[in-house]
């Protein structure tokens, strides 16, 4: 719970919301999306799709804000205490143990580059193992570590990004990227899938930022000029590069940005930065999910981070649009049901909040509900023979929403008549 004195500025909350967003992760999305639509289109969705992040950042953070507590304790009234734990310790678990594989991939990738030019051949599965290991030590035991490489790799991201575009628009690829026409076809709702799980789970949990804020409307400003300006700038360098330098390998882009030792050096730094995070955020989600005490904190890092190097391993990066669209899909329905409990049931009245003991199966099986029916384009998507299903990346949010709004007032009514029988 908040403390006196313990408060933030709008424009504090927007630089750390706008530091989340610049990242490979943003890169990776623009790289995806401009490989089946042109750019025009790709900035069109990537704008719609944080537009939709920033609406459901708002309307999270607004509830933590006005309480001064967590995503979690906030969701102690419609998931239950225990249940609200659980449901968003597992959904954390993993989103940061995928985009762990996604990183420690994109990590590896970059590491078998650069000493290949340096006559050193190295499968980057092999790489990406030996990523993702130096990755889980460095967060088991070296939490100082994280400050100093975000100092040197969120900079040095921003730099190569810059010079990238300055040779993209002042040489000859200015006529490439005017020219440009995608060779694949992607659908819109499937880009826009991309777009809102790339980021979907930070806007869940942005009251864990939020509740330091003095003011609703302070929230509102950050989510706005922190998330849209730096979301789409990141999804329109990932464009952009991938069509100047003709290739939809980010690691290759970036080895020809610069020299191939810079650019890989500065991949490898900005991809482990945001690992460390995901291993740690990974290792406590665990430690709540399977009750571990603190003291062997330590060990479930070791264990997120040990798992998410084995999807690297195997290669999950060459899934990252069903990754996303999983992500898409699971997240934003616990959204959907905390906002139905506080926005519609409570009417935003913060003196009507009341956390929950144990579980609230009434929300915990509208979130499950909205999360399988919009995960099933993406299980569709893996089966050729099965009839293809258009991707609805809103779909999940919406009948979470409707089916908590509509429970909750079927079992009010209920209770009311029988009390009125008695």
């Known amino acids: 719970m908040r403390k006196d004195g313990e408060q933030q500025s709008w424009f504090t909350l927007a630089m750390v919301w706008a530091g989340a967003m610049i990242s490979i992760p943003g890169i990776l999305v623009g790289n995806t999306l401009i490989s089946g639509m042109s750019l025009p289109k790709t900035l069109l969705i990537a704008f719609i799709g944080y537009a939709i992040i920033v609406a459901i950042m708002i309307l999270q953070g607004i509830q933590s804000t006005d309480l001064g507590k967590t995503t979690v304790q906030v969701a102690g009234q419609v998931f239950g205490k225990k249940g609200s734990r659980t449901i968003l310790s597992i959904i954390l678990t993993i989103a940061c143990l995928g985009w762990f594989g996604i990183q420690a991939n994109v990590c590896g990738a970059a590491l078998a580059n650069l000493l290949g030019e340096f006559g050193m051949s190295i499968p980057v599965p092999a790489a990406s193992l030996i990523s993702g290991i130096v990755m889980v030590i460095s967060a088991m035991y070296g939490i100082k570590v994280l400050r100093v490489l975000s100092y040197i790799a969120v900079p040095l991201l921003v730099v190569i990004c810059i010079m990238g575009l300055v040779q993209a628009f002042t040489g000859d690829s200015w006529q490439l990227i005017s020219n440009y026409e995608p060779e694949g076809q992607m659908k819109f709702m499937d880009g826009l899938a991309v777009t809102i799980g790339s980021f979907a789970l930070g806007a869940v949990i942005a009251g ?12 509102l400003k950050a989510a706005i000029f922190g998330i849209i300006p730096s ?31 810079i650019g890989g050096v500065v991949l490898i730094l900005a991809a482990w930065k945001t690992n460390m995070i995901n291993a740690i955020s990974g290792g406590f989600a665990l430690t709540n999910v399977f009750s571990v005490s603190k003291d062997k904190e330590k060990w479930t890092v ?13 290669g999950i990066l060459n899934f990252f649009t069903p990754v996303m669209s999983v992500f898409s899909a699971m ?36 979130w499950l509900v909205g999360s399988i029916i ?43 008549i029988l009390e009125g029988n008695r």
């Open 208 to 219: 864990d930022y939020s509740q330091f804020s003095r003011k609703r409307s302070d929230v």
């Open 231 to 261: 979301g789409v700038l990141m999804i329109s360098v990932g464009a952009v590069l991938t069509i100047a330098y003709q290739t939809s390998d980010v690691t290759a882009v970036f080895l020809n940005i610069t020299t191939p030792f």
């Open 302 to 314: 070791g264990v997120a981070g040990l798992i998410g190097t084995i999807l690297a391993v195997i």
């Open 331 to 366: 997240v934003p329905p616990v959204a959907g049901v905390m906002i139905a409990s506080y926005w519609v049931m409570n009417k935003g009245d913060k003196n009507s909040w009341q956390e929950t003991e144990g579980v609230n199966m009434l929300g915990v099986v509208s």
């Open 374 to 416: 919009a995960c099933i384009p993406v299980v569709f998507s893996f089966f050729p023979s099965l009839p293809e299903v258009s991707n609805q990346p809103l779909l999940g949010i919406i009948i979470s929403f409707v089916i908590y709004v509509v429970g909750y007032r079927f079992t009010a009514s209920k209770t009311a």
